[in-house]
């Protein structure tokens, strides 16, 4: 006999219901679903599709939704689109509730947004966007009220339209293979980054080349440019001295990204921290020799940065490296020693910062508790992208052949590193979203990417004309 339960059958499900409905409208049950819920939407294609048309009457078809993109601009990449009585057409879509959001947004001045091939909407008038302009409402393939639970459901499965062509003949590869497979894609992607720092070594030297790839990759892919400029003007023949302390590099970098509070502010008396005063006194003295080189504010992009990867907080901690005059002959002992990540992160990592373990930013308030400058992903990336191709290519250029030997072993060996977007795109169009069996490294995750970069980006999201999918099936056989 069962035992009688404690609360009424069905109490939770009512409750996630209830959430359900509470959510959908954000306490406005009269106003449109909010975006992300459109994204949804879009992501697992609920919608009739052999019924879509737009909003002036033309049929379209929609042969790849695209990738969901988290890191500005449209909201999805490279989808391909075939307006009645046109080609198909490979490029981005924009979701927005209504056909005002293109203007409000402004998307029409965004160059970002000049590849959109489809304005996606929840229901509006005609399109204002000047790109063919869908409406959602009258499309879905069930009601609303059905598709929301579905929707907050988790782990979906990915949709077919996601995957690759060459997924199935690479899940059916035995691990060994497949893994020797990525494994060789991956030192492909390893001597390229080998031979860019070779190439840059021959025209500033060799720490110079080390010194532009460690901002570069303190950058991240949005702030790469600004990031190496820097580099090149602190590091160069008119840039620090020996007796520069990481005050006045911190200070300098700031100034020359343009990442200091307005002047006017800091003479106004404003409520400046004592570590940001000290940076306005060390650049109010040097700013006239730099000014010609400061760059624009509007250089920088910071949407969808966790706070850890502000650019501020990046060039201080750059700035403690530049601060070391064997900053580079530390990572040679590292390399020539045990080379582990747990070193290369304590050869890295600066100690505690009365302002920086305390803040994200120059100004923000105070942490509940210390966050250091540098965490074990950013090492890993660091390792991965920059200091490891590095000593090989250094290694290579003297004929060490040990020494390169080394180097891309410790580069095949070094554990997996933070996941992203990029990453999870090449796991579901590869591998279906999964990675079971993948070798645990940041290799594996270097060959999906260099695949991804030979053989996806030259090709659409249909997979048309790929050679690849074939050449996997070659070695199955």
Same mark, same amino acid.
């Given at each position: 006999m069962s035992t009688p339960s404690p609360i009424p059958a069905g109490l939770y499900a009512r409750w996630r219901d209830h959430q359900a409905a509470a959510s959908l409208h954000d306490g406005d049950r009269g106003a449109p679903p909010p975006e992300k819920w459109l994204q949804l939407v879009w992501h697992h294609q609920r919608l009739r599709r052999d019924l @879509? =048309?737009?909003?002036? %009457?033309? =049929? +379209?078809?929609?042969?790849?939704?695209?990738? #969901?993109?988290?890191?500005? %601009?449209?909201?999805?990449r490279d989808a391909v689109v075939q307006v009645e009585g046109q080609l198909a057409q490979t490029g981005d879509i924009e979701i927005d509730l209504r056909p005002s959001g293109w203007k409000a947004h402004h998307h029409d001045t965004n160059p970002a947004f000049r590849n959109v091939v489809l304005h996606v909407i929840w229901s509006g008038g005609p399109a204002v966007?000047?790109? *063919?302009? @869908?409406?959602?409402?009258?499309?879905?393939d069930a009601p609303w009220d059905e598709l929301l639970p579905w929707l907050q459901?988790?782990?979906?499965?990915?949709?077919?339209?996601?995957?690759?062509?060459c997924c199935a003949p690479l899940k059916e590869l035995a691990a060994d293979p497949r893994n020797a497979l990525i494994r060789q894609a991956a030192l492909v992607r390893f001597q390229r980054k080998a031979d860019d720092l070779s190439r840059r070594a021959r025209d500033i030297g060799w720490d110079g080349a080390l010194w532009e790839g460690l901002f570069r990759a303190l950058g991240y892919k949005h702030n790469t440019w600004p990031m190496e400029r820097l580099a090149a003007l602190v590091t160069g023949g008119d840039g620090r001295q020996q007796t520069d302390t990481s005050l006045m590099l911190e200070a300098r970098l700031l100034g020359l990204a343009n990442l200091l509070p307005h002047?006017?502010?800091?003479?106004?008396g404003a409520k400046l921290s &004592?570590?940001?005063?000290?940076?306005?006194?060390?650049?109010?003295? $040097?700013? $006239?020799? !730099?000014?010609?080189? +400061?760059?624009?504010?509007?250089? !920088?992009?910071?949407?969808? @940065?966790?706070?850890?990867?502000?650019?501020?907080?990046? @060039?201080?901690?750059a700035s403690r490296w530049l601060a070391r005059p064997d900053f580079v002959a530390r990572l040679e002992t590292w390399f020539l020693d045990d080379g582990s990540a747990g070193a290369l992160l304590a050869k890295l990592l600066p100690g505690p910062? $009365?302002?920086? &373990? !305390? #803040?994200?930013?120059?100004? &923000?308030? =105070?942490? *509940?508790?210390?966050?250091?400058?540098? %965490?074990?992903?950013?090492?890993?990336?660091?390792? +991965?992208n920059v200091i490891l191709p590095w000593f090989s290519a250094r290694a290579a250029a003297g004929r060490n052949e040990s020494l390169v030997e080394r180097a891309t072993e410790r580069w095949l060996a070094w554990p997996a590193g933070e996941d992203n977007a990029l990453l999870k795109q090449a796991r579901v169009r590869l591998l279906g979203g999964g990675a079971s069996g993948l070798d645990p490294t940041a290799a594996s995750q270097q060959g999906l990417l260099q695949i991804l970069r030979d053989f996806c980006a030259r090709t659409n999201a249909l997979c048309d004309g790929c050679r690849f999918p074939g050449l996997v099936k070659e070695i199955a056989r």
């Open positions: @879509l =048309r737009l909003t002036d %009457g033309r =049929r +379209v078809r929609l042969l790849h939704p695209g990738f #969901h993109s988290r890191e500005g %601009g449209p909201d999805f966007s000047g790109r *063919a302009t @869908l409406a959602l409402e009258p499309h879905l459901a988790e782990g979906q499965p990915w949709q077919e339209e996601f995957l690759g062509r002047e006017s502010k800091a003479r106004a &004592s570590h940001l005063q000290e940076l306005w006194n060390c650049w109010w003295r $040097e700013r $006239e020799h !730099w000014d010609e080189v +400061v760059l624009p504010a509007s250089i !920088w992009r910071r949407h969808g @940065l966790r706070p850890a990867n502000f650019p501020q907080r990046r @060039l201080a901690l910062d $009365e302002h920086w &373990s !305390w #803040h994200w930013t120059l100004d &923000s308030t =105070r942490l *509940a508790k210390p966050q250091p400058l540098l %965490g074990a992903g950013r090492a890993t990336d660091l390792a +991965v």
